[in-house]
């Protein structure tokens, strides 16, 4: 029943049903981008089943724009723009009356003989598509730059586009603006965490991030090695935890204190535990910190706390090149500050370097100096503190 009381007919219904199918689609797509196969398959089956092309720019600078199809050849997509720049005069007005609706652009370029372009005879009629100009459709965003061009075609056997395919097109332009919309945000936030995954990886500590279930959502390169050694600390159905009895039962008290911490709040034993290890290395290093990003009652996967664990073991120093770049070092005496930041006296890092302790203490005196430090102590901490410490992938 239409709004004017009149039964709509099997196959208005069957538009309208299609049309309320398409726009889900949308809506899907804007959060799973391959389900704009699946946006492109509706709008032709609007259109009788006519082919159709939509190009999706996720974000500005993005080259090549996706492009999804229906009844064109995959090997052809990436040359349509190319033959539509090169025949046709585009303009902003031109794309200001494309961004308002669908458009035939039998209406826009009325002067050009759509037979007389390499558009139509190197890219149209090999496919098998007829001498009528396609429809297009344009989607701005906000600044007025194009982000999405939907264009349909029509084949051999079919006349041209009626006013009720373009009417039920309409229909669902609107939701697909919003969809793309969508769509270009959560790119950008994916590219975010992708990012922020990166920086992660490059830090020389391990880091954890807990549900509030105490499950680990998120861990770093760092922190996947440390729990792969499998020497004192571990993850056990998902949950960080220490071999040691003791120091698990600490462990476990700290993250709890964590959950239950209010903004501000200091932690029992400042969040601070050493972890032993059964190989007989010095400790793991943990710190234990609360996230107030939601509330620990929230939702399963809501991030509540931050576990780091330090490797004292791990060399942390990063490359000669790295060191030279830095602090303008030598060979020798990047070799020798690495075996320094191991935990070797100066004594024993000579001995290893097979030099004497006067060439030592001479390569110490000029790191001094490149390094605006005065003790060794310092000297090894600047290092493994600065740049010098994050890994390069």
């Not at 159905?237 to 698990?248: L, S």
């Not at 942390?316 to 006296?345: C, H, N, P, V, W």
Request: net charge negative; charged share 25%; hydrophobic share 40%.
């Amino acid at each position: 029943m239409t709004a004017s009381g009149v039964t709509a007919s099997p196959k208005d219904q069957a538009m309208d049903q299609a049309t309320r199918e398409l726009i889900d689609c949308v809506y899907e797509a804007a959060v799973r981008p391959e389900a704009w196969n699946d946006v492109v398959a509706g709008v032709s089956g609007i259109f009788e089943g006519s082919p159709v092309l939509l190009e999706v720019r996720a974000r500005r600078d993005e080259s090549p724009t996706p492009r999804y199809s229906a009844g064109l050849r995959p090997d052809a997509l990436s040359r349509y723009g190319e033959y539509v720049q090169k025949d046709l005069p585009w303009s902003e007005r031109v794309l200001r009356r494309l961004s308002r609706c669908f458009v035939d652009l039998a209406d826009v370029f009325d002067h050009i003989r759509l037979e007389e372009t390499d558009l139509y005879r190197e890219w149209m009629e090999p496919q098998g598509l007829a001498c009528f100009w396609p429809l297009g459709h344009a989607l701005t965003n906000e600044e007025e730059e194009t982000v999405a061009l939907l264009s349909v075609f029509r084949r051999l056997e079919q006349g041209a586009f009626t006013a009720d395919e373009r009417e039920e097109a309409e229909q669902f332009v609107p939701h697909l603006r919003r969809a793309v919309s969508v769509y270009q945000t959560l790119d950008a936030a994916r590219r975010v965490d992708l990012a922020l995954a990166e920086v992660m990886d490059r830090l020389p500590t391990g880091m954890l991030l807990l549900d509030s279930r105490r499950k680990v959502v998120v861990q770093n390169a760092a922190a996947e090695r440390i729990v792969a050694e499998a020497d004192g600390f571990h993850i056990d159905g998902g949950r960080p935890g220490a071999e040691d009895a003791r120091e698990n039962a600490a462990l476990q008290t700290l993250i709890a204190d964590a959950m239950e911490a209010d903004t501000g709040e200091v932690l029992a034993a400042h969040g601070f535990q050493s972890v032993s290890r059964p190989s007989g290395k010095r400790p793991f290093s943990l710190m234990v910190a609360p996230l107030h990003t939601g509330p620990a009652s929230g939702a399963s996967d809501t991030v509540a706390v931050a576990l780091f664990v330090s490797d004292p073991e791990r060399e942390r120093i990063s490359g000669f090149k790295m060191l030279e770049e830095l602090y303008s070092l030598t060979q020798s005496e990047a070799d020798l500050l690495q075996l320094l930041s191991t935990g070797m006296s100066l004594e024993e890092a000579a001995e290893v370097r097979g030099v004497s302790m006067n060439t030592a203490r001479s390569h110490i005196k000029n790191m001094f100096a490149k390094t605006g430090v005065r003790r060794q102590g310092e000297l090894v901490r600047i290092m493994l503190a600065g740049l010098g410490s994050i890994r390069e992938v």
